[in-house]
């Protein structure tokens, strides 16, 4: 099945989202495919079955997190240099989100800009981090605040890839699966709630109904500047928990679920969401051995990276919190005490 972007002007684009089978893939230009040594091990052999091209290189960066760097992505950089690689080349991500960001930017960098591909093999970069072109790295400072908006030539989704994928590595794409149904669609919730997603059928259908809402997402607003932040629930509050813990505690998706359960807290707080339906979420995020709970140190502490986010402006906080499931709203200029009383719930 093929989910189409279609960016509106002042610089339009299009591309094809393809979820199925991996094709053929032929290429009249010079390819570079970016892996990790485990996903290496386990597809390499079965990708490079599928590509032509007349020079093929394949540089495999560290598995991880924590080498989501900008002395990673010069390594790739030194990499496509060596090779020659001209304004005509193409990189291919192979791999995760990590892989597919890193991936993206170094395309947006080298000789200011080439095409790049993806082909992510993780559930959570299938569903959200390989749509939509955002790209970049993690400093000290936070998690992303280095990157670009640069969209791929292509996405091709083949759930086979899934088959080798760790049950928690599963888990924590579930967890972007979940964050889209509380935000858009109440029905797919729901759907979530009985699915069994160890079927084929049912993961393509949980898989493409993800996509087609983030697709509709980034067809109205590539660069964040209304909608597409509400794509950031649970990840205020997320990204915040990685930074804590400096990227090696927690997968990026386990984090988002802990953020939701935060975020959630917040909106039955407003008067936003029923404390049933919060509970109905956390239920569900448990259900995939998705953690929900964390133990925050320093309550002022959590609250002052909060502005290190980017959806945050002018000294002030935006908070995406869910309406009931299935609607959202984009909330600013609370309250400290109010926001610092439900961080507090979950202090030591």
């Known amino acids: 099945m093929i989910v189409p972007i279609e960016l509106q002007p002042p610089k339009p684009v299009k591309y094809d989202i393809t979820i199925d089978a991996l094709p053929k893939l032929v290429y009249h230009t010079k390819v570079v495919v970016i892996t990790n040594p485990t996903v290496a091990g386990l597809h390499l052999d079965t990708l490079l079955s599928h590509i032509e091209a007349p020079q093929l290189h394949v540089v495999t960066v560290p598995d991880g997190e924590q080498y989501k760097t900008l002395e990673t992505v010069e390594k790739i950089l030194n990499e496509c240099f060596e090779q020659k690689l001209d304004r005509k080349s193409l990189l291919i991500a192979f791999g995760g989100g990590v892989i597919g960001d890193m991936t993206g930017f170094t395309a947006s960098l080298y000789q200011r800009g080439i095409d790049f591909v993806q082909i992510p093999t993780t559930l959570l970069s299938q569903v959200d981090a390989s749509v939509g072109g955002k ?19 292509a996405v091709y989704i083949d759930p086979a890839f899934l088959d080798t994928l ?39 259908e949980a898989i493409r109904r993800s996509v087609e809402l983030k697709a509709w997402v980034v067809n109205q607003d590539e660069k964040e500047a209304g909608i597409r932040a509400v794509l950031n629930y649970g990840h205020t509050f997320g990204h915040v928990v990685e930074n804590e813990t400096n990227y090696t505690t927690y997968l990026h998706g386990e984090a988002v679920a802990i953020g939701m359960v935060m975020a959630n807290a917040l909106a039955v707080e407003l008067g936003m969401m029923k404390q049933s339906e919060a509970d109905e979420v956390k239920a569900l995020l448990e259900r995939a051995d ?16 909060f502005f290190l986010d980017k959806k945050s402006a002018h000294n002030s906080i935006k908070f995406i919190l869910p309406e009931g499931i299935g609607a959202h709203r984009i909330v600013e200029n609370l309250d400290e005490e109010v926001v610092k009383g439900v961080l507090r719930r979950f202090g030591a």
Do not use: C, S, W
């Not at 790209?135 to 030539?153: D, E, R, S, W």
């Open 135 to 153: 790209t970049g790295v993690n400093n000290k400072y936070g998690k992303n605040l280095i990157g670009a908006f640069y969209q791929p030539k």
């Open 166 to 204: 760790p049950k928690r590595e599963f888990a924590a794409g579930f967890a972007e699966i979940v964050k889209m149904a509380v935000m858009f669609d109440r029905d797919y919730f729901a759907f979530l709630k009985t699915a069994d997603l160890t079927d084929t059928e049912q993961l393509k």
């Open 290 to 305: 998705l953690p929900t709970t964390y133990t925050i140190d320093d309550v002022d502490d959590f609250y002052e990276h």
